[in-house]
């Protein structure tokens, strides 16, 4: 069985440009997550989707956004790139809702470098 | 003040070595994981724990709910488990809350 896959696995784009990343969770999963991992600022937690909605988001700002479509795979996208985008951005999945019921499963991520 | 705290932050054994890395947190959660990360950057789930202890091979979990404290132990440890061990909480809402991440490096 296939595992979280991401694409593009690295991405290079200059100031003020739009990247788009995208994540396919494992089958049978309807639950994604994205993370940002910054050079010296670690694991940050960005978004959440479940069955198609945003469930939650971590403190970033709206020029970060997502969506997941009726598969379950999901994009993430970040408007009017600034330098300090350049990072790890990780997707996990797991099943269901309940936090304390769904391991996690991480993709390898895919980098992005904002020149 | 971190929501999550993780002890040492840089850990180096010989091998056949009992490791502990441990972790603390301030605020309420759902569930807590500990993830091993390898240097070209993936993340794999080594437990999530809600209360107890559970036990992977030569990898055991801990967790004490009351005293928002948590443990990883690796028994008889071994060049390949050299990697970043990074706790992290789940906050109610699903927000994962991660730790800066321990260094491990087993020697042999």
């Known amino acids: 069985e296939a595992g979280v896959t991401q694409s593009p696995t690295h991405l290079i784009k200059t100031r003020g440009q739009q990247a788009t990343l995208r994540c396919s969770p494992i089958s049978g999963h309807t639950s994604v997550y994205w993370y940002q991992q910054a050079l010296g600022l670690g694991l940050q937690f960005l978004l959440w989707y479940d069955e198609g909605e945003e469930r939650n988001r971590g403190n970033f700002p709206p020029r970060f956004s997502g969506r997941q479509f009726p598969n379950y795979s999901s994009e993430l996208n970040v408007n009017a790139l600034e330098l300090e985008d350049s990072a790890l951005y990780l997707c996990a999945s797991s099943s269901g809702l309940a936090a304390n019921t769904g391991e996690l499963f991480f993709g390898e991520g895919s980098r992005l470098t904002v020149l | 003040k971190n929501e999550v705290e993780q002890s040492p932050q840089n850990l180096t054994a010989q091998e056949g070595e009992f490791i502990t890395i441990n972790c603390s947190y301030s605020v309420g959660i759902s569930a807590l994981h500990w993830l091993q990360q390898h240097p070209g950057g993936g993340i794999v789930s080594l437990f999530m724990?809600?209360?107890g202890k559970k036990k992977h091979g030569r990898l055991i979990a801990t967790i004490n709910i009351q005293e928002k404290h948590s443990s990883l132990h690796i028994t008889a440890s071994h060049p390949r488990d050299s990697a970043v061990y990074i706790c992290?909480?789940?906050?109610?809402?699903?927000?994962?809350?991660f730790g800066a991440g321990t260094i491990l490096r087993v020697k042999s």
């Open positions: 724990l809600s209360s």
């Open positions: 992290a909480v789940m906050e109610y809402g699903n927000k994962l809350v």
